[in-house]
């Protein structure tokens, strides 16, 4: 029936129509007037002419033939009714014409017959061509249980019961007075019963038809669903599928503030505004996450212009796409400016050409394992960029110079760290000799949300099913989310003297486990048991990665913090190298850079950058940090 053109599928209806009004026709005779068979056996033979000539074109009028075998609807009852009472009617007509009896009789138990002879060919040949369909092999049919009755519930059985692709086998509701019925021809079961249900029908998914339950009583409800190890779908309300909303259940995106483990710290104070406000602000890798952050909340401070520079033409044209209509709305002149924090000449350029007055310096390469394979590019970009960017700034005579740095930095156990502090270094340097700029810097933990951090990638491994990977059980972070991160740098170039390092009190660092755990939960899922094998997600320890610390620091020297106007902003003054070291420092790095020497690189790190704690060897090929645990090759 699939393959056959329309039109043929409708003479097949109407010709299947016709026999069946015939033989409800000389049914209904036989079992009301017997007796004309024998008596006027040619008025019969006409009677069965006409009516034969006639039936085609009722079932055309009333569209009965037009009717979707497969996805039958109230209507199409209706015109099985409006069809048998026409030829009822027809026939009565033409059994009255001919002087026959009982005419009325005839034509009402002649109208029944087809109704019941048209629906319930109808159904059995539906019933049929699911059996072919499923018997062929064509068609995947997944097994389905409902749980839920109500009316999401039997509408959702009633599409299903017309689909081929899937098999709605039985419901399942925890209302006891609905125990023991027959749903849409589906029986009801308590859920006590679905592990012994979806052993005997194999069901493959669970659909939770209850759109309406609060999100307490349905995220508990999944997960134990799911631990019945089939795959668990919730079925979206109206209102979310007209609305675009995603299906509660679904993957989808965890908020940052939900993993902190602590409140969000509240950043907003009048000194950010006034620091800002009509100057020209000039951020360097405007593209990144944290540049493109800033520069969203720079148009709240109302300053007379922002200059987006990065070297990524694309994530250039992204940020300036996004901000362009806020910038216009709000008056404020947006530019964007090509180039790379290594090219002195082009940054002087963009700094002289647009008038800046602010540089919020957040360019640099930031994926440990990345800057680790790839140490020489990753010290070029962090310190000889950040020298480039500071230098062109303080010769310019610009107001602010923020170093966005890393909590990285602090006693550095990978490269990545060590370009961090050696950019810290370079800055601390320039502003002995430049009072006129002030210049700062500020360090992060790790952002949620940004590009590389373990949001996105938890979530993308939660939706992918897991394993979440994570290095070690115990390995833990400070976590702030990006409007914290961003806010962070406006505020250290509000509260800025010059020299300082800031960083925000984010509380105890959060252990990295503790973080996925949270994630899968507030996903819907549940954790696997390595034991049981209950469960969806699995979290997998990889191991602590080549220069990876266990536990991260915010500062080198806490003895030196001072407090600043806001209780949660920390600063303090940190320990530095000599003009003459900064200066011999940079002539080795840019030697190392040019010669492609990373063995140079490894003892310029050595040598110039704060040892973590003394060393002692655990065994052979790595060494351990005195409290740290932190591992490194030697």
């Known amino acids: 029936m699939h393959i056959l053109p329309r039109w043929k599928k409708r003479i097949i209806l109407i010709a299947v129509d016709s026999l069946l009004m015939w033989s409800a026709l000389f ?3 036989v079992l009301r007037g017997g007796g004309v068979l024998f008596e006027a056996p040619q008025k019969l033979w006409v009677l069965l002419v ?36 026409c030829l009822g009617l027809i026939a009565a007509v033409m059994i009255t014409l001919a002087g026959l009896d009982h005419a009325i009789a005839v034509a009402v138990i002649f109208g029944s017959l087809f109704v019941m002879f048209a629906t319930g060919v109808r159904i059995a040949a539906l019933h049929v061509l699911r059996w072919v369909i499923a018997r062929s092999g064509s068609v995947d049919q997944k097994t389905i249980a409902i ?63 209850a759109p309406s339950m609060e999100p307490a009583r349905r995220d508990p409800l999944v997960r134990r669903l799911r631990a019945h190890g089939v795959e668990v779908q919730v079925l979206p309300s109206f209102g979310d599928m007209l609305m675009g909303r995603e299906p509660p259940g679904e993957i989808r995106p965890v908020a940052p503030e939900q993993l902190l483990g602590r409140d969000r710290v509240a950043l907003d104070t009048p000194q950010i505004a006034k620091a800002y406000a009509g100057r020209m602000i000039m951020v360097t890798g405007a593209g ?37 209509d806020l910038g216009e709305a709000a008056g404020i002149k947006l530019v964007a400016r090509l180039g790379s924090v290594t090219d002195i000449a082009r940054v002087r350029e963009v700094i002289a050409g647009d008038g800046a007055e602010i540089i919020l310096h957040a360019a640099a390469y930031k994926h440990v394992p990345m800057v680790e394979d790839n140490p020489l590019a990753g010290a070029k970009n962090n310190v000889l960029g950040t020298h480039a960017v500071a230098k062109a700034a303080v010769e310019a005579g610009i107001e602010r110079f923020i170093l966005v740095s890393s909590d990285k930095a602090v006693r550095p156990a990978n490269v990545m760290g060590a370009t961090k502090r050696m950019a810290e270094l370079v800055v601390q340097d320039l502003q002995t000799r430049h009072a006129d700029t002030r210049c700062a810097m500020v360090r992060f933990g790790n952002v949620l949300g ?18 979440v990977t994570v290095t070690h059980p ?5 976590f702030m989310t990006m409007p914290e991160a961003a806010r962070l740098v406006l505020l250290a170039g509000a509260f800025a ?26 996903a819907g899922r549940q954790e696997k048991d390595p034991v049981t094998g209950k469960g969806d997600i699995a979290i997998k320890i990889t191991g602590l990665r080549s220069g990876e610390k266990l536990h991260e620091e915010l500062l080198i020297d806490r003895g030196s913090l001072i407090q600043t106007p806001h209780p949660k902003i920390l600063r303090a003054k940190e320990a530095m190298l000599s003009q003459i070291e900064v200066a011999g420092l940079l002539r080795q790095l ?45």
């Open 27 to 29: 049914l209904a005779m």
């Open 50 to 85: 006409v009516m034969g000539l006639v039936t085609p074109l009722v079932v055309a009028a009333v569209r009965l033939d037009r009717v979707k075998l497969t996805a039958p609807e109230m209507m199409s009852g209706l015109r099985v009714t409006m069809a048998a009472g």
């Open 147 to 209: 749980y839920g009755a109500g009316a999401a519930g039997m509408q959702l059985a009633a599409a299903l019961l017309q689909a081929c692709e899937a098999r709605p086998a039985f419901f399942v509701d925890d209302n006891p007075k609905l125990q023991g019925l027959t749903i849409c021809g589906l029986p009801m079961f308590e859920a006590g019963k679905l592990p012994m249900l979806i052993a005997r029908h194999t069901v493959e998914q669970i659909v939770l038809a």
């Open 288 to 324: 990144g996450s944290i540049g493109a952050e800033l520069c969203r909340q720079l148009l709240d401070c109302r300053p007379a212009g922002i200059v987006l520079f990065d070297h990524s033409e694309f994530q250039l044209y992204q940020v300036q796409q996004e901000l362009a």
């Open 450 to 467: 940004s590009s590389g951090s373990v949001l996105p990638l938890f979530h993308s491994q939660i939706a992918k099913g897991g394993p």
């Open 474 to 478: 115990e390995v833990t972070r400070y």
């Open 497 to 522: 003297k010059g020299g300082e390092v800031f960083v925000l009190d984010m509380g105890a660092a959060q252990r990295v486990m503790d973080i996925a755990r949270r994630m899968i939960r507030l």
């Open 590 to 634: 840019e030697r190392a850079i040019a010669e492609g020497d990373r063995a140079l690189l490894r003892r310029i790190i050595k040598g110039r950058i704060e040892p973590m704690t003394p060393l002692r060897r655990i065994k052979p090929g790595t060494v351990q940090l005195r409290d740290s645990k932190t591992r490194m090759p030697v």
